[in-house]
């Protein structure tokens, strides 16, 4: 009973905590950028106390946001992407006007050699636990419901940023936009947003949305529509996906060999001859005219064509794009899962953007923990772990980061 009431008694201390640094971060005078026609956005709140989501919020001006986020201190802030006559009625009642075409770039939907090193599950009821994403069954008990605890390490979060980069080359090559239309974003988490905020593209209805998403991802590319049909790599200069297929057909060659080649279902001869002529056809990489690939057939020159435009293909969250009633985060606010802070990237800084460093919005100062389980993290130019069952003194930054993880529990002083 006694352990029972002191647990609880933590983690009520764990909740007023976090609820502090986040207030004092609302009460600092920094800037939140705010979307386009403001007025005309719902606004939502998800609370710290009981995971309350407030809806249907609205607003005139900057000051009256603000004021709103010292009086909620919410453990997430949302805006619409979708503009409205009236942003404080029920949905039906909202009356669409438009909405900003919005991407999710999420490390959840990269698959990356660390998350065995870092994400964990725990059945939920027999308990089994394992590493990397959730199974479909537990393999004990098999049942469907897990607890995963999921982490972002500088791997996970540069794959992150490559699909955003693959992405920004599309929006401006292919769909003729200039870096000044484009926002992107670091999510405060484990991803990356990209947003444009258009008159006509906020007109593109759901059918409109999901052809960009096909085109995007690659889905439906007909590579004999594209005069891909026969084994020659087009000019690295042309536009489009056959400009991409072509640069990704030479970067495809950099890193094969034999073995590789095999696992994919090339013929150990195919195979060898690829290699013998690799040389040569990266060495006319920026020729202008077709490169012919000797001694592949044509099941083969599919499955290198497959291979390239999966690649290539940007890794969003398709169900996310098409959605023109989307809410996303409100840029310069906190993450309630890491203790974080949504920034918004110059493009032209994007390549050395670092957001373990830029999204940190806690300096100075030190707190003690009890830290039950986590992996080596790394906040600004600090490394902390890997811990278990520890008792450790940290930043505030990273004590927040565990504790809003749930990693970890204040430690109680007398």
């Given at each position: 009973m006694?352990?029972?009431?002191?647990?609880?008694?933590?983690?009520?201390?764990?909740?007023?905590?976090?609820?502090?640094?986040?207030?004092?971060?609302y009460?600092?005078?920094?800037?939140?950028?705010?979307?386009?026609?403001?007025?005309?956005?719902?606004?939502?709140?998800l609370?710290?106390e009981?995971?309350i989501?407030?809806?249907?919020?609205?607003?005139?001006?900057?000051?009256?946001?603000?004021?709103?986020?010292r009086?909620?201190?919410?453990?997430?802030?949302?805006y619409?992407?979708?503009?409205?006559?009236?942003?404080?009625?029920?949905?039906?009642?909202k009356?669409?006007?438009?909405?900003?075409?919005?991407?999710?770039?999420?490390?959840?939907?990269?698959?990356?050699?660390?998350?065995?090193k870092?994400?964990?599950?725990?059945?939920?009821?027999?308990?089994?636990?394992?590493?990397?994403?959730?199974?479909?069954?537990?393999?004990?008990?098999?049942?469907?419901?897990?607890?995963?605890?999921?982490?972002a390490?500088?791997v996970?979060?540069?794959?992150?940023?490559k699909?955003?980069?693959?992405?920004?080359?599309?929006?401006?090559?292919d769909?003729?936009?200039?870096?000044?239309?484009?926002?992107?974003?670091f999510?405060?988490?484990?991803?990356y947003?990209?947003?444009?905020?258009d008159?006509?593209?906020?007109?593109?209805?759901?059918?409109?949305?999901?052809?960009?998403?096909?085109?995007?991802?690659?889905?439906?590319f007909?590579?004999?529509?594209?005069?891909?049909?026969?084994?020659?790599?087009p000019?690295?200069?042309?536009?489009?996906?056959?400009?991409?297929?072509?640069?990704?057909?030479?970067?495809?060659?950099?890193?094969?060999?034999?073995?590789?080649?095999?696992e994919l279902?090339?013929?150990?001869?195919?195979?060898?001859?690829?290699?013998?002529?690799?040389?040569?056809?990266?060495k006319?990489?920026?020729?202008?005219?077709?490169?012919?690939i000797q001694?592949?057939?044509?099941?083969?020159?599919e499955?290198?064509?497959?291979?390239?435009?999966?690649?290539?293909?940007?890794?969003?969250?398709?169900?996310?794009?098409?959605?023109?009633?989307?809410?996303i985060?409100?840029?310069?606010?906190?993450?309630?899962?890491?203790?974080?802070?949504?920034?918004?990237?110059?493009?032209?800084?994007?390549?050395?953007?670092?957001?373990?460093k830029?999204?940190?919005?806690?300096?100075?100062?030190?707190?003690?923990l009890?830290?039950?389980?986590?992996?080596?993290?790394?906040?600004?130019?600090d490394?902390?772990?890997?811990?278990?069952?520890?008792?450790?003194?940290?930043?505030?930054?990273?004590?927040?980061?565990?504790?809003?993880?749930?990693?970890?529990?204040?430690k109680?002083?007398?």
């Amino acid at each position: 009973m006694k352990r029972k009431q002191e647990e609880r008694r933590n983690k009520i201390q764990t909740k007023e905590f976090i609820r502090d640094r986040f207030a004092e971060y609302y009460q600092r005078p920094e800037s939140i950028k705010l979307p386009s026609s403001l007025e005309r956005r719902e606004f939502a709140f998800l609370l710290l106390e009981g995971g309350i989501m407030r809806r249907h919020e609205g607003f005139r001006n900057a000051e009256e946001v603000r004021v709103a986020l010292r009086k909620l201190v919410p453990a997430h802030v949302y805006y619409s992407t979708a503009v409205y006559e009236n942003p404080e009625r029920e949905m039906d009642a909202k009356g669409w006007l438009g909405a900003d075409l919005f991407f999710d770039i999420d490390v959840d939907h990269i698959p990356t050699p660390c998350e065995k090193k870092h994400d964990t599950w725990c059945c939920t009821n027999c308990r089994e636990k394992g590493v990397g994403a959730p199974p479909e069954n537990c393999p004990k008990c098999g049942e469907q419901k897990f607890d995963d605890a999921t982490w972002a390490c500088e791997v996970c979060l540069e794959s992150g940023k490559k699909e955003a980069i693959k992405l920004i080359d599309i929006l401006k090559a292919d769909f003729g936009l200039s870096s000044d239309e484009i926002e992107v974003a670091f999510s405060g988490h484990r991803g990356y947003h990209v947003t444009i905020e258009d008159p006509i593209i906020q007109k593109l209805d759901q059918s409109a949305r999901r052809e960009i998403v096909d085109y995007v991802i690659g889905v439906g590319f007909e590579p004999k529509a594209h005069g891909l049909e026969r084994a020659s790599i087009p000019s690295s200069g042309e536009h489009g996906w056959r400009g991409r297929i072509a640069e990704g057909i030479f970067d495809f060659l950099q890193n094969a060999n034999v073995g590789k080649l095999r696992e994919l279902g090339f013929k150990k001869k195919s195979a060898e001859t690829i290699i013998n002529e690799k040389d040569n056809l990266l060495k006319n990489r920026k020729n202008r005219k077709e490169l012919r690939i000797q001694g592949i057939n044509s099941q083969e020159w599919e499955i290198m064509l497959r291979k390239v435009i999966e690649n290539r293909a940007v890794k969003i969250d398709t169900v996310v794009t098409p959605d023109i009633h989307r809410l996303i985060r409100l840029a310069d606010t906190l993450h309630g899962k890491t203790g974080l802070k949504k920034v918004i990237v110059p493009i032209s800084d994007i390549d050395s953007f670092d957001p373990l460093k830029s999204a940190v919005a806690f300096k100075g100062g030190s707190i003690r923990l009890l830290v039950s389980e986590a992996p080596e993290f790394r906040l600004g130019d600090d490394r902390y772990g890997p811990f278990k069952d520890a008792e450790v003194e940290l930043s505030t930054a990273a004590a927040l980061f565990l504790l809003c993880k749930r990693a970890a529990k204040l430690k109680e002083t007398n």
